[in-house]
């Protein structure tokens, strides 16, 4: 399976992408919504978008917002990663069609656990 | 029992050197408590015996094994998913299918800990009940410490971030400070009591017993006498819900096992019951039809399960299907956890 990660931080990027490539992933990164969307729109395939709140040029609920709207990538899960925490915020992302919501920091075992919930866990972990 | 401050010196140091993580002295408990399912799946009477043979073997997947143990928090919201969505697609089903009226649902939470695991079965049946069913769940720990926590429903950022669903974060918790407080509407289905699991069985009767990931830190005489009383504790037709890695089957042949998804759930025999077949037809996971103990290959802290004929009860290898279950589980919750 692959996945996206979308951080405006190199570092998160490359934490939340080794978290992945853990369970089997392979990933491919954007520093903001729009590289993001550029991406898919080249064809990129991803299964699944870890997807930050604040970037620049694109935030990520405008992003997940875009996402949504285009029925070609419906099949795309998408997890909020975020340090934005309010109540209001989660509710908001979700109606805006994310599917998961994780709120930074957090620990490898959470971001497997909310894969687990998705039913994106790969059933072999390399070892 | 009680570690050798020589064991635990080494324990100490072990997970120092490898985590960075401090095992000050007060923490032998910890240490005891997170090592004994290890020193039971090697054959080890305790942790002491099992530390001498890994400090005499020194192989690395030993020291890894004991790290993890003692840095993992294996506490989350939902744990192992398969539970909790085999109580909404069949222990309740099954339920309302054999009852004429399904109000005042019992339901017994052992060892909850800090009470993910209570909280968790009370947001699955507020939705799988329908507004306004009454149920109740009694939960129950050794430790007054956790037991405190689970009370107040007060859960740290990093505590929800553990396999708890978006959807069951907004609708049931409110931001509290730095923390989560959950919902005053779950906390009243919750009595929250101290009890030790080799005592009698809290007053029941209870129609769903969730006993999970505990019966691995017992020998299988304790295992047996915990059983029984939660065999007595259970309404005729109740179910039991162990531990991924957990069977009844090698250890109280009181048990009939059900199929659910990708794991199994228990239900009373009664004394005079004609036997359950030995294998019924058309379950809903084939694979585990059989009579050889089945444990998901996934599970990694099996206790060996040894041959049947050196049991003093013989094992009752029986399957069946519930009347009432569906053949094809549907909807969300039985998608997940199933791996695409």
Same mark, same amino acid.
């Given at each position: ?53 604040? *970037?620049? %040029? ?8 875009? $996402? +949504? =709207?285009?029925? @070609?990538?419906?099949?795309?899960? &998408? *997890?909020? %990663? ?8 989660? $509710? +908001? =992302?979700?109606? @805006?069609?994310?599917?998961?919501? &994780? ?25 | ?340």
């Amino acid at each position: 399976m692959r996945a996206l990660v979308i951080d405006d931080s190199r570092t998160m990027r490359r934490i939340v992408a080794g978290a992945l490539e853990n369970l089997g992933f392979s990933t491919v990164q954007a520093g903001d919504g729009q590289q993001a969307l550029d991406l898919l729109e080249s064809g990129e395939e991803v299964d699944l978008a870890c997807i930050d709140w604040n *970037m620049p %040029v694109m935030d990520g609920l405008t992003f997940v917002t875009k $996402v +949504r =709207a285009n029925p @070609a990538w419906r099949s795309i899960t &998408l *997890m909020m %990663v975020t340090t934005e925490s309010e109540h209001g915020q989660i $509710v +908001r =992302a979700l109606a @805006a069609g994310a599917h998961e919501y &994780l709120i930074k920091p957090f620990t490898t075992d959470a971001i497997r656990d909310k894969l687990d919930l998705l039913g994106l866990v790969p059933a072999e972990e390399p070892v | 029992m009680s570690l050798t401050q020589d064991t635990f010196a080494f324990v100490a140091d072990v997970v120092r050197r490898r985590s960075a993580i401090q095992l000050e002295a007060g923490k032998e408990y910890l240490v005891e408590s997170r090592l004994l399912p290890l020193a039971r799946e090697g054959g080890h009477a305790g942790v002491d015996a099992y530390v001498r043979e890994v400090r005499a073997a020194r192989r690395e997947s030993d020291l890894a094994e004991i790290v993890e143990a003692l840095t993992t928090n294996e506490t989350s919201w939902f744990r192992d998913n398969t539970p909790f969505s085999a109580l909404r697609t069949h222990i309740v089903p099954g339920l309302r299918a054999e009852r004429t009226v399904l109000d005042g649902l019992r339901v017994w939470s052992a060892a909850c800990s800090t009470g993910q695991e209570p909280y968790s079965i009370a947001m699955t049946l507020t939705d799988v009940l329908g507004p306004g069913a009454r149920f109740d769940i009694t939960a129950t720990d050794l430790s007054d410490q956790v037991l405190a926590q689970a009370r107040s429903g007060r859960y740290s950022q990093l505590e929800v971030n553990r396999g708890l669903p978006a959807p069951m974060m907004v609708r049931w918790f409110q931001r509290n400070g730095h923390d989560w407080q959950i919902a005053d509407e779950l906390r009243r289905t919750i009595t929250f009591t101290k009890h030790n699991l080799l005592d009698p069985a809290p007053v029941g009767p209870f129609d769903i017993v969730f006993l999970r990931n505990v019966l691995i830190y017992f020998d299988l005489e304790t295992k047996r006498s915990i059983l029984g009383r939660v065999h007595r504790a259970l309404r005729p037709g109740g179910y039991l819900v162990l531990g991924a890695a957990e069977t009844t089957i090698g250890v109280d042949g009181d048990w009939e096992r059900v199929p659910v998804e990708r794991g199994s759930v228990y239900r009373p025999v009664q004394a005079g019951a004609v036997p359950a077949p030995r294998q019924a037809p058309g379950t809903l996971a084939g694979a585990f039809t059989g009579a050889t103990p089945a444990v998901p290959a996934t599970a990694p802290r099996v206790p060996a399960a040894a041959p049947t004929s050196t049991w003093p009860v013989q094992p009752r290898p029986a399957t069946t299907t519930l009347p009432t279950a569906p053949r094809r589980p549907a909807g969300p919750a039985f998608e997940q956890g199933v791996t695409r």
